[in-house]
């Protein structure tokens, strides 16, 4: 079936402006979790939905980081006044509601703040 | 959620087998261990995962001790495309939690 789908795959942008980045979950996936990974780095965790309400939004770096979701389904992450240091590629996983349910990753979105 | 700690890096040759051993001395009574591989401009994906003992499946083997304080991912005879960085995630204790991934470790495979 299909996987967690992202778009748009790459993002340039001037530093600045706003962006919003989209993540389709694989239907029926009940919570959703975007994640941060600079160049060479590992997974940053940024927010997690269940259902469409985000118990931890811990990871979010700043307040000019923002998400939400609708109902069960797509996620938007909006990054708004975006800095160089924002780029990075932006990870989208979703999974079932079991516990021990592995997450579904889509490819991410490459954003290029210049 | 349990920390966990694995080497940064490790080197092999192919046809080798490779072991990657992850310690998460603190897992909770209902955590699971699960491992993801990760190639260069793609996401994560699942590879295998277990509660204790021994699991297998067609692309690895995972070994959990008795006191699953640690976990072993086994991939029998490496090849190039085994060249990738992998995860080990433990958790969660609690359905909605959220999942806090280490460095991983990159295996790089050599002809």
């Known amino acids: 079936g299909a996987g967690v789908s992202q778009s748009p795959s790459n993002k340039v942008t001037e530093k600045g402006k706003d962006v919003e980045l989209r993540c389709d979950p694989i239907?029926?996936?009940?919570?959703l979790y975007w994640y941060r990974q600079r160049l060479g780095q590992g997974l940053e965790f940024l927010i997690y939905?269940?259902?469409?309400?985000?118990?931890?939004k811990s990871g979010l770096p700043s307040d000019r980081f923002s998400a939400e979701r609708t109902g069960e389904s797509v996620s938007t992450l909006t990054i708004q006044r975006t800095q160089q240091e924002d780029s990075a590629v932006y990870l989208c996983?979703?999974?079932?509601?079991?516990?021990?349910?592995?997450?579904?990753f889509g490819n991410g979105t490459r954003l290029t703040v210049t | 959620l349990a920390k966990t700690t694995q080497p940064i890096s490790m080197d092999s040759y192919e046809g080798q087998e490779v072991n990657i051993t992850c310690s998460h001395n603190?897992?909770?009574?209902?955590?699971?261990i699960t491992w993801y591989q990760q190639f260069p401009s793609q996401g994560p994906r699942f590879i295998i995962q277990?509660?204790?003992t021994k699991v297998t499946n067609e692309v690895a083997s995972l070994f959990i001790p008795a006191d699953r304080k640690s976990s072993t991912l086994s991939l029998p005879r490496v090849s190039l495309s085994d060249t990738a960085v992998y995860y080990c995630?433990?958790?969660?204790?609690?359905?909605?939690?959220?999942?806090?991934f280490g460095p991983g470790t990159r295996l790089s495979v050599l002809p």
């Open positions: 995630l433990v958790g969660p204790a609690n359905y909605g939690q959220n999942f806090v």
């Open positions: 603190n897992i909770a009574t209902n955590d699971y």
């Open positions: 239907s029926g996936h009940t919570a």
């Open positions: 996983a979703s999974r079932r509601g079991e516990v021990n349910s592995p997450l579904h």
């Open positions: 277990g509660y204790k």
């Open positions: 939905f269940q259902g469409n309400s985000a118990p931890d």
